[in-house]
């Protein structure tokens, strides 16, 4: 196996998920973050979990009980690196999303919509030996498909929006175009990662169009050699990221109570063994306006397993 070098990769599926009518998932971003690289494809599996809060706005003069969401989200996703300077990624979700609400419960579940990036490599020079500061970084565009089951309800009255979870369906009906762009610096030990991405949204055949979506997360890194085939990559940084309020026909919705703004601290940690890596990702909210109000998410945590297979 040739000597691991660092590369900050991003992935997204869903970027900010699915924006949301009254309940959790208005703001939610994840990346593959910092993995190792040089001459290797990967593939992996991950599963992320992230919980909500809701309390419902009085519907018909009623005030409903606060119901909590738990979304879970499966993944088979990979990297194959056509040449030094070009990387075709993607992503298979599987989701399954759950609702409890006294005295009712219900969950939803399948396939969820494939993503598709390429990414352009616009500086790598982590195997130079004579450099103190050693970078890589890509920048990428690509497109989220409508294969997953998405809400085809009617959305031409107010108690038919103020009722439907749209985003607690596996797809949203739309293709999404992703727009990405990731750095990391490196000096001894010690690095720095930023990844960025936009998505901007279209509408359904329902005419219903989530929000676009922006998200940045800053990283400080410790690389750590155990031995030659064992390294630890433990990180701390914030995750920002931003919803706009959804539309029905090109139009905002003033009675679904979605998109806003959440502010993460996040914690995550890499052990690399040979081809192995193993993954781990923590998120607590610091800040957060969702959902006007309405939508409060609790945490959101990550654990995924890749393996690197070298280029001939």
Known sequence: MHKIT??????????????????????????????????????GIRSGWRTFTT?????????????DQ????????????INRKFQLLGIVPYVQNQEQQVPNSYTIRGLGDITVLGNYVFIQNTDSLSRRWKQSGTIGIGVKSPTGKFDRSSTTTA???????????????????????????????????????FSYKTANQTGYQFGHAVSTTHLAFYRWNI???????????????????????????????NGGTLVNAQLSVAVLYKNWALTALGQVPVYQ?????????????????NYFITRQ
């Open 159 to 197: 108690t038919e929006e103020l009722l439907i979870g749209r985003n607690m369906y596996p797809g949203t009906g739309t293709f999404d175009f992703i727009a990405n762009l990731n750095y990391s610096t490196q000096r001894g030990s010690w690095g720095y990662l930023t990844e960025s991405s």
């Open 6 to 43: 660092l590369l900050a990769g991003i992935l997204l599926s869903g970027i900010f998920s699915h924006a949301c009518d009254v309940c959790g998932c208005a703001a939610s971003s994840f990346s593959l973050g910092l993995l190792p690289s040089s001459n290797h494809h990967f593939i």
């Open 55 to 67: 309390t419902h706005p009085p519907l018909f003069g009623t005030q409903e009980a606060p119901s």
């Open 289 to 305: 306006q969702l959902g006007n109000g309405y939508v409060v998410q609790k945490a959101a945590f990550r654990l995924g397993i």
């Open 70 to 81: 738990l979304f879970t989200t499966s993944e088979l996703y990979g990297r194959w690196k």
């Open 227 to 257: 031995n030659e085939n064992l390294k630890f990559l433990p990180q701390a940084g914030v995750n920002y990221n931003h919803n706009l309020s959804d539309r029905i026909d090109r139009k905002p919705t003033d009675l679904s109570y």
